[in-house]
């Protein structure tokens, strides 16, 4: 056994950092109490945390001062859009969380609607890589302004007269009088490495953490359903179970009539779904988070 550690650069404070904290912590990483800002160790596998801004996560892990990191795929792609120093990062895994799109905005009502009518205008954004890209690969010029933040006020202040920037809940949009209308780069976390260069032993640990990471992604959105189906209606009820391919059908003491369906169910169990299961006739419905997925 060779005594490399994993080192991995996760962002130390911001939307990234519980996001990524919290899958280490479910994926059963435990960590050394510390008082280091900077690192943190695991105790129960060979990993080592770099907390760190998450602008700086791709070009630690480009250069080589970390072997994996959790960033957003807009810094990534924003990086590589920047520079050739960022081609050799690949993700090796989204990871469901921190989703978000980069959106171009215009304020509401006024004379941008779409891209095309950027032509000779200005766009202000934190993203002049992704922005400019974007721009060129449609045929449109347009002057990019570059701010580090703030960039939804600059229609306002006169700065440039649309934005690109990111955007979840659209609030920030709608509290500063702006419309999306052209999406840029849909996002979500990634965990990122370079292509080639890596550490055998590095990989395998990363290995390990991948599949972990895998299991408890999956199941997040995974249920199991029981529930009492008529059994004349079992067809019906079988094809409204959300991503379930085989359910488990079994007796019920005393019945002829009814038969019990167990069914892991791979994507989102709504109410609607419900609804839809007992109008089937099905009856004692139970949704079941999982905890932990290995196939
Ligand atoms: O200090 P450091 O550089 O590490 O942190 P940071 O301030 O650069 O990053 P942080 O923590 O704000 O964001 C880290 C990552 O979270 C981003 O790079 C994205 O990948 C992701 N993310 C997800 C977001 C958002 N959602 C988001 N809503 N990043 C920023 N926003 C901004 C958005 O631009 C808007 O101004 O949040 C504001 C609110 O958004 P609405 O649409 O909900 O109003
Ligand atoms: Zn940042």
Redesign the pocket.
């Known amino acids: 056994m060779s005594d490399a550690r994993l080192k991995l650069a996760v962002?130390?404070?911001?939307?990234?950092?519980e996001g990524g904290m919290d899958l280490l912590k479910r994926a059963g990483v435990r960590f050394a109490y510390g008082r280091d800002q900077l690192h943190r160790r695991a105790e129960n596998l060979p990993l080592d945390l770099m907390l760190?801004?998450?602008?700086d996560i791709p070009s630690f892990v480009a250069g080589g001062a970390c072997d994996y990191g959790i960033?957003?795929?807009?810094?990534l792609y924003e990086m590589q859009a920047r520079s050739s120093r960022y081609a050799n990062l690949e993700v090796a895994l989204p990871l469901g969380f921190?989703?978000?799109t980069l959106k171009l905005a215009a304020p509401k009502g006024g004379a941008i609607g779409s891209v095309a009518d950027l032509a000779g205008r200005s766009v202000a954004t934190s993203y002049p890589g992704l922005t400019r890209k974007y721009l060129v690969e449609r045929g449109i010029e347009a002057e990019i302004v570059e701010m580090r933040?703030s960039?939804?006020v600059a229609p306002r202040m006169g700065i440039a007269d649309a934005i690109c920037?990111?955007?979840?809940?659209?609030?920030?949009?709608?509290?500063n009088g702006l419309a999306a209308f052209e999406t840029v780069l849909e996002?979500?976390?990634v965990l990122v490495r370079r292509t080639t260069g890596r550490n055998q032993d590095v990989d395998g640990v990363a290995h390990t953490l991948i599949e972990r990471a895998e299991g408890v992604i999956a199941s997040a959105q995974t249920k199991y359903i029981l529930l009492n189906a008529p059994k004349d209606r079992l067809a019906e009820i079988k094809a409204l179970l959300p991503g379930s391919d085989a359910p488990t059908i079994a007796q019920i003491a005393d019945r002829d009539d009814v038969v019990a369906v167990h069914a892991v169910c791979r994507e989102r169990v709504f109410w609607e779904t419900l609804e839809k299961l007992r109008g089937a006739g099905a009856r004692a419905i139970l949704v079941l988070p999982i905890e932990k997925m290995m196939a």
């Open positions: 962002q130390s404070k911001g939307r990234l950092s760190v801004r998450d602008d960033v957003g795929e807009n810094v921190a989703g978000c933040g960039v939804e920037d990111l955007v979840s809940s659209g609030a920030t949009l709608e509290a996002s979500q976390a």
